[in-house]
T-cell receptor, first 117, second 113 residues
Framework: GAVVSQHPSWVICKSGTSVKIECRSLDFQATTMFWYRQFPKQSLMLMATSNEGSKATYEQGVEKDKFLINHASLTLSTLTVTSAHPEDSSFYIC?????????????FGEGSRLTVL | AQTVTQSQPEMSVQEAETVTLSCTYDTSESNYYLFWYKQPPSRQMILVIRQEAYKQQNATENRFSVNFQKAAKSFSLKISDSQLGDTAMYFCASSQGAQKLVFGQGTRLTINP
């Protein structure tokens, strides 16, 4: 199956700094990628939809100036958490669609755990 | 708006038993997909099974099968001959044409030896 890779898998940063998380589709082109956030023992919450070559679409309640998303190529989307604070500590997961949507499947990255001190 | 509800926060069965995880959903769309994803301790999301809403036949994948009741908006997952490796969080999810997945709260399934 299609492979989606995230990097880094684990990052610790100081409060006030910015952190960039990369999401790559390794063996397919992804025009659309999605970013999710998952708190401990909770479900995945969609943060934004990332479209190659255009601005991301953010879900209600997600601060677009704090969570910057860039989808500059068909194989890479990045999520930058700006001026991170301890409440931003979470598990961030990306997913990507391979092929036409009528296959009905998204492929997920391994996730990135962010800890803000 | 779509909603997905999993009413069983935790379940536990013995190895080789059959277990059924419940899921209900709500959508105003006529064309949508339903999914069950598995999230083991590694946190990697793994697709278990998917169902197209327009298909009446229940999807099956080896030991995994679903009971799709469209009128009742119910989509339960049955795991037969459960194995220790089935221990994980299981998320029910639905999507519409926009590809966005809406997840349920999850069910933590433990298979005991």
């Amino acid at each position: 199956g299609a492979v989606v890779s995230q990097h880094p898998s684990w990052v610790i940063c100081k409060s006030g700094t910015s952190v960039k998380i990369e999401c790559r589709s390794l063996d397919f082109q992804a025009t659309t990628m999605f970013w999710y956030r998952q708190f401990p023992k909770q479900s995945l919450m969609l943060m934004a939809t990332s479209n190659e070559g255009s601005k991301a679409t953010y879900e209600q309640g997600v601060e677009k100036d704090k969570f910057l998303i860039n989808h500059a190529s068909l194989t890479l989307s990045t999520l930058t958490v700006t001026s991170a604070h301890p409440e931003d500590s979470s598990f961030y997961i990306c997913s990507a669609q391979a092929g036409q949507w009528n296959t009905g499947e998204l492929f997920f990255g391994e996730g990135s755990r962010l800890t803000v001190l | 708006a779509q909603t997905v509800t999993q009413s069983q926060p935790e379940m536990s069965v013995q190895e080789a038993e059959t277990v059924t995880l419940s899921c209900t959903y709500d959508t105003s769309e006529s064309n949508y997909y339903l999914f069950w994803y598995k999230q083991p301790p590694s946190r990697q999301m793994i697709l278990v099974i998917r169902q197209e809403a327009y298909k009446q036949q229940n999807a099956t994948e080896n030991r995994f099968s679903v009971n799709f009741q469209k009128a009742a908006k119910s989509f339960s997952l049955k795991i037969s001959d459960s194995q220790l490796g089935d221990t994980a969080m299981y998320f029910c999810a639905s999507s519409q044409g926009a590809q966005k997945l809406v997840f349920g709260q999850g069910t933590r399934l433990t298979i005991n030896p």
